[in-house]
């Protein structure tokens, strides 16, 4: 018998336990401890019920993603499931914990379903871009019926062991303990004499209206999930359940599953979940170096950056003392968080005693002494390099030993901030995102000195606080800034070429943008990157078109949404956007008086101006070493600008593009547009020369770094 499986006899009862930490996975090894401990119960006369349990924190959680790429080892999900579906005697699954994909999928073949009351059912395989492949989408809908099958595998959504009683998923909800209870349930089906109850036998409630029941989903997906595939084949296999007998019906979803994984959603949504795990390995740090421990944060500044940076502590239980300079904007920046707060309760996601908890746990204060107990200080304070530096000497002062000292700038030089205090070492970029309570992205910005401790801090903070953690070095705009500067500059010149805004955000939310970027300035200010601009105004091109309708909107007081108009005007209760016809006339007019020839750019045309000036953006920050990874710089474009995770971020998708096409693109703009804003970085053109993507290049690095 396999390592991972055992039996034991209860009586008539055979119980077979899965035990592979940390969460049973279904493996190789834990498929063929299945089969294997079916096949031996299949001829014991003596077992008249078998309970399938698992050992550790977790029923079996789901499939093995390492597979996808490799293809499945023997014995398949198909072969063991049917052998357990099979048994002359009934099965009862036991189940606790996060139960997802594959896991949820073998319940689905035993005969019942016994659940401990914390245990989470779900079948996320949408939100990967796949199917469920295991007779998911065939046993589902036989089991719960066609609409909620259907709402399950489309929101990927898990459902609560209580749900799962209601729509006839499980058949017990158990609040004591579990594997007693499961046993004592199986016994109850020897008395009654109850047999196996094959979920393959049934018939699909609501199968009979299946055509007007699939019809309206792929209109809601053709709406909701723009531009992806899957979905719609996820539907073609369910269709299967109500249409097929159930053999074809699997056969049918095993070929949609196997394609679908090896499509290029599936493919960039794997990407981006392996991307995640690289996150943590920085080149010359060793496993052996140990984050430094955070139970007390510090922060500077209680204003739009600095409620939310202590409300992601306050949510994670982690006490937050918030100093600003004077009693009135301490109080109106505790006032904003507990609206937030409130907010979150008028919606139900929060309750009114984990509001007044973590309310608790923000304290606001005019005294930099009380920042002395914290082991980790963030400055989120006026973009003002004068400033920051004032502030880093006065935190040397009262800062204890070791505290790591955060500054969440997004543009000033972190090793000039880090030079005014006597422990460099200790001061790192943090680079949050607004709204910082909500949004999943933190850059992590290491200076030439950063100890290798503080990024490890840095990076374990991110998981403390559910954020996405990736480490940049020092330079204008780190990764996505520095990557939205070209992607924002060929959007406003195709507005000088005549495009409308609403074109040119079309053209974006198009390819999957969540939102264009014109709009999107008009959301965070149209002053903000003018004002940026203009103080580095010595460093950028001579080029009075460089950015002009954003200069002309800030001339005239259009700053976006705070003032009603900018690319766009804002009327009405809701703030929806609509075209403004005198910005448009006004961006003409300029157009006109700066000599601007008029293009018109189509769709396609705005989109790969856009993209690949980020892309070849992306391409130099690996060259100077800015971003550890291509994958890194996805994670940053997913989690954090709205980047689709369909296409699985700028570099991803570049390498389904193909980076030889994005090269002679490139080199046709640097003739047909401004050549001065059209040099493909030299990693670009050697990558493509050689015909490799940067998926392989990053093999590679990985490789010689070893
Ligand atoms: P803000 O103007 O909303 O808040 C700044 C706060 O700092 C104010 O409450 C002010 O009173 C306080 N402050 C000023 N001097 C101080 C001092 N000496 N001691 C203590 N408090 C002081 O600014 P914000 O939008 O929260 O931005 C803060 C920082 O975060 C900036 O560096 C900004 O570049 C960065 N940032 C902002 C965003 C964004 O979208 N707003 C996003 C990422 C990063």
């Given at each position: 018998m396999s390592g991972v499986a055992s039996t034991t006899l209860h009586g008539e009862v055979a119980v077979v336990t899965i035990d592979s930490p940390p969460v049973n996975t279904m493996t190789r090894e834990v498929r063929a401890g299945l089969k294997s401990s079916f096949e031996s119960l299949r001829d014991n006369r003596e077992v008249k019920a078998i309970v399938l349990a698992c050992a550790g924190r977790t029923f079996l959680?789901?499939?093995?993603?390492?597979?996808?790429?490799?293809?499945?080892?023997?014995?398949?999900?198909?072969?063991?499931?049917?052998?357990?579906?099979?048994?002359?005697?009934?099965?009862?699954?036991?189940?606790?914990?996060?139960?997802?994909?594959?896991?949820?999928?073998?319940?689905?073949?035993?005969?019942?379903?016994?659940?401990?009351?914390?245990?989470?059912?779900?079948?996320?395989?949408?939100?990967?871009?796949?199917?469920?492949?295991?007779?998911?989408?065939?046993?589902?809908?036989?089991?719960?019926?066609?609409?909620?099958?259907?709402?399950?595998?489309?929101?990927?959504?898990?459902?609560?062991?209580?749900?799962?009683?209601?729509?006839?998923?499980?058949?017990?909800?158990?609040?004591?303990?579990?594997?007693?209870?499961?046993?004592?349930?199986?016994?109850?089906?020897?008395?009654?004499?109850?047999?196996?109850?094959?979920?393959?036998?049934?018939?699909?409630?609501?199968?009979?209206?299946?055509?007007?029941?699939?019809?309206?989903?792929?209109?809601?997906?053709?709406?909701?999930?723009?531009?992806?595939?899957?979905?719609?084949?996820?539907?073609?296999?369910?269709?299967?359940?109500?249409?097929?007998?159930?053999?074809?019906?699997?056969?049918?979803?095993?070929?949609?599953?196997?394609?679908?994984?090896?499509?290029?959603?599936?493919?960039?949504?794997?990407?981006?979940?392996?991307?995640?795990?690289?996150?943590?390995?920085?080149?010359?740090?060793?496993?052996?170096?140990?984050?430094?421990?955070?139970?007390?944060?510090?922060?500077?500044?209680?204003?739009?950056?600095?409620?939310?940076?202590?409300?992601?502590?306050?949510?994670?239980?982690?006490?937050?003392?918030?100093?600003?300079?004077?009693?009135?904007?301490?109080?109106?920046?505790?006032?904003?968080?507990?609206?937030?707060?409130?907010r979150s309760v008028a919606r139900g996601s929060l309750k009114t005693q984990q509001m007044a908890q973590r309310l608790a746990l923000i304290q606001g204060s005019l005294d930099y002494a009380d920042l002395g107990a914290a082991d980790l200080i963030i400055e989120a304070v006026f973009e003002n390099l004068a400033l920051k530096k004032e502030i880093f000497a006065r935190l040397d002062t009262v800062a204890k030993p070791g505290a790591v000292l955060g500054t969440n700038t997004s543009t000033l030089d972190i090793d000039e901030i880090a030079a005014v205090t006597t422990r460099p070492q200790d001061v790192i970029g943090l680079h949050f995102f607004s709204p910082a309570n909500v949004m999943q992205l933190l850059e992590i910005v290491q200076t030439s000195r950063t100890a290798a401790d503080v990024l490890m801090t840095a990076l374990d903070v991110a998981k403390t606080i559910k954020k996405i953690g990736v480490v940049a070095k020092v330079c204008y705009g780190f990764i996505g800034n520095r990557m939205m500067d070209p992607y924002g500059r060929e959007a406003e010149r195709c507005v000088m070429e005549g495009a409308t805004p609403e074109r040119v955000d079309a053209a974006l939310e198009g390819f999957g943008m969540a939102m264009g970027i014109l709009a999107v300035y008009d959301m965070a200010g149209i002053d903000v990157g003018y004002l940026t601009r203009k103080e580095r105004a010595h460093l950028l091109p001579k080029d009075p078109s460089f950015y002009r309708p954003t200069a002309l909107l800030t001339e005239r007081g259009w700053l976006g949404q705070k003032s009603g108009r900018g690319y766009y005007r804002y009327d009405g209760a809701y703030r929806k956007r609509t075209p403004d016809p005198e910005a448009i006339a006004m961006f003409r007019e300029e157009a006109q008086r700066l000599g601007v020839p008029q293009r018109k750019p189509s769709a396609q045309e705005i989109q790969e101006r856009c993209l690949y000036a980020m892309i070849n953006e992306g391409t130099r920050l690996l060259e100077e070493g800015i971003a550890l990874r291509a994958s890194d710089i996805d994670m940053v474009y997913t989690a954090g600008y709205g980047f689709p995770h369909y296409r699985g971020g700028p570099m991803f998708y570049a390498d389904t593009v193909g980076l030889k096409l994005i090269l002679d693109k490139i080199v046709e703009f640097q003739k047909t547009l401004d050549p001065q804003y059209w040099q493909p970085s030299p990693l670009l053109e050697k990558l493509a020369r050689e015909g490799k993507t940067f998926a392989a290049w990053q093999a590679e690095q990985a490789e010689l770094a070893r």
């Amino acid at each position: 018998m396999s390592g991972v499986a055992s039996t034991t006899l209860h009586g008539e009862v055979a119980v077979v336990t899965i035990d592979s930490p940390p969460v049973n996975t279904m493996t190789r090894e834990v498929r063929a401890g299945l089969k294997s401990s079916f096949e031996s119960l299949r001829d014991n006369r003596e077992v008249k019920a078998i309970v399938l349990a698992c050992a550790g924190r977790t029923f079996l959680s789901g499939g093995d993603m390492r597979e996808f790429d490799t293809g499945v080892q023997e014995p398949g999900y198909h072969e063991v499931l049917r052998l357990i579906e099979d048994s002359p005697v009934p099965v009862v699954a036991a189940l606790h914990g996060t139960v997802m994909g594959g896991g949820v999928e073998t319940a689905l073949a035993c005969h019942y379903r016994v659940a401990a009351d914390v245990t989470r059912l779900g079948l996320p395989e949408i939100t990967l871009g796949i199917i469920p492949g295991a007779g998911g989408t065939q046993r589902m809908p036989r089991l719960i019926g066609l609409e909620p099958a259907l709402d399950m595998m489309l929101s990927g959504k898990p459902l609560t062991a209580q749900r799962a009683l209601e729509i006839g998923l499980v058949d017990e909800v158990v609040s004591g303990e579990l594997l007693p209870a499961a046993i004592a349930f199986a016994r109850q089906l020897i008395a009654k004499g109850a047999g196996p109850r094959r979920t393959r036998e049934r018939s699909v409630a609501g199968g009979e209206r299946a055509d007007e029941i699939i019809a309206a989903r792929r209109a809601e997906v053709a709406r909701t999930m723009r531009n992806r595939n899957s979905p719609n084949v996820l539907l073609d296999a369910v269709l299967a359940s109500v249409r097929k007998p159930f053999d074809e019906g699997i056969a049918f979803e095993r070929s949609l599953s196997i394609e679908v994984e090896r499509a290029v959603e599936g493919r960039a949504f794997r990407h981006l979940f392996f991307g995640e795990r690289e996150l943590r390995k920085i080149p010359g740090i060793g496993a052996d170096v140990k984050g430094r421990k955070v139970e007390r944060v510090g922060i500077v500044g209680a204003g739009t950056m600095g409620g939310g940076i202590a409300m992601c502590f306050a949510n994670a239980g982690i006490p937050v003392a918030i100093v600003d300079t004077a009693q009135a904007n301490l109080d109106r920046g505790l006032a904003t968080v507990r609206k937030n707060y409130e907010r979150s309760v008028a919606r139900g996601s929060l309750k009114t005693q984990q509001m007044a908890q973590r309310l608790a746990l923000i304290q606001g204060s005019l005294d930099y002494a009380d920042l002395g107990a914290a082991d980790l200080i963030i400055e989120a304070v006026f973009e003002n390099l004068a400033l920051k530096k004032e502030i880093f000497a006065r935190l040397d002062t009262v800062a204890k030993p070791g505290a790591v000292l955060g500054t969440n700038t997004s543009t000033l030089d972190i090793d000039e901030i880090a030079a005014v205090t006597t422990r460099p070492q200790d001061v790192i970029g943090l680079h949050f995102f607004s709204p910082a309570n909500v949004m999943q992205l933190l850059e992590i910005v290491q200076t030439s000195r950063t100890a290798a401790d503080v990024l490890m801090t840095a990076l374990d903070v991110a998981k403390t606080i559910k954020k996405i953690g990736v480490v940049a070095k020092v330079c204008y705009g780190f990764i996505g800034n520095r990557m939205m500067d070209p992607y924002g500059r060929e959007a406003e010149r195709c507005v000088m070429e005549g495009a409308t805004p609403e074109r040119v955000d079309a053209a974006l939310e198009g390819f999957g943008m969540a939102m264009g970027i014109l709009a999107v300035y008009d959301m965070a200010g149209i002053d903000v990157g003018y004002l940026t601009r203009k103080e580095r105004a010595h460093l950028l091109p001579k080029d009075p078109s460089f950015y002009r309708p954003t200069a002309l909107l800030t001339e005239r007081g259009w700053l976006g949404q705070k003032s009603g108009r900018g690319y766009y005007r804002y009327d009405g209760a809701y703030r929806k956007r609509t075209p403004d016809p005198e910005a448009i006339a006004m961006f003409r007019e300029e157009a006109q008086r700066l000599g601007v020839p008029q293009r018109k750019p189509s769709a396609q045309e705005i989109q790969e101006r856009c993209l690949y000036a980020m892309i070849n953006e992306g391409t130099r920050l690996l060259e100077e070493g800015i971003a550890l990874r291509a994958s890194d710089i996805d994670m940053v474009y997913t989690a954090g600008y709205g980047f689709p995770h369909y296409r699985g971020g700028p570099m991803f998708y570049a390498d389904t593009v193909g980076l030889k096409l994005i090269l002679d693109k490139i080199v046709e703009f640097q003739k047909t547009l401004d050549p001065q804003y059209w040099q493909p970085s030299p990693l670009l053109e050697k990558l493509a020369r050689e015909g490799k993507t940067f998926a392989a290049w990053q093999a590679e690095q990985a490789e010689l770094a070893r």
